[in-house]
Structure formats: structure tokens, C-alpha cells
């Protein structure tokens, strides 16, 4: 079982940042693909980042890559987004997600509740 817990959301200038934390728990956390998703408003929740807890296999988006740097502090099984020059299309609620994928094809797959981001002037 794993735990995610999101913090760091709130209402930003346009051309401002923002530092979400995902907070993770769980005997086998280190074993799993740790991810951003966003979803805007009335729209499907969509990638943004994600990374190993090694820090190999970074991946963003089109529309955050240059902008956005997720990175883990692995003492403190945390995860970040360090979000930088977020415009209107930016706002949404933001989830953590963890996933591990076996050979067999099964996956484990966990959300956190999601934090706010605004950016509106």
C-alpha cells in the first residue's frame, strides 16, 4: 500500500512560481515510477513529469518542458515540482501519482487528493 500527499498548492501571478511536494509512503515506494498529472477544469487529467527515484528517466511534457524540474529528495521519500514562468493554462488541480509496473503486465497505481494551482492575475 502506498500513501501520497500533496502540498504547496495555491493562487499565483502569471510569470510567478510555485513548489509542489508529494510526500510518499509505503514498505516499496522506492520501487515505483513517481509522476505529476494535472487536470484542468472540465478537461481529462493529463501527464506532466515523471522520474525514477534514482533520478534516471525524467520525463515532462510539451507544454511544462523548460519550465517545470521534478526532482525527489529521497531521505524524506518526497517529490517535487518546481514550477517557473506558469501562465493561465497552468491552472489546475495537480495530483501526485506512483506506479509500478510488473513483467507479468500488472500495474499498481496510486493517486494522492490533489492540490490547487490558480494563475490569474
Known amino acids: 500500500q502506498v500513501q501520497l500527499v500533496e502540498s504547496g498548492g495555491g493562487l499565483v501571478l502569471p510569470g510567478g512560481s510555485l513548489t509542489l511536494s508529494c510526500a510518499a509512503s509505503g514498505r516499496t515506494i522506492n520501487s515505483y515510477v513517481m509522476a505529476w498529472f494535472r487536470q484542468a477544469p472540465g478537461k481529462e487529467r493529463k501527464f506532466v513529469a515523471s522520474t525514477r527515484w534514482s533520478g534516471e528517466n525524467i520525463y515532462y511534457s510539451n507544454s511544462v518542458q523548460g519550465r517545470f524540474t521534478i526532482s525527489r529528495d529521497n531521505d524524506l521519500n518526497t517529490v517535487f515540482l518546481q514550477m517557473n514562468n506558469l501562465n493561465a493554462d497552468d491552472t489546475g488541480t495537480y495530483y501526485c501519482?506512483?506506479?509500478?509496473?510488473?513483467?507479468?503486465?500488472?500495474?499498481?497505481?496510486?493517486w494522492g487528493q490533489g492540490t490547487q494551482v490558480t494563475v490569474s492575475s
Open positions: 501519482n506512483a506506479e509500478r509496473a510488473f513483467q507479468n503486465g500488472m500495474k499498481y497505481t496510486y
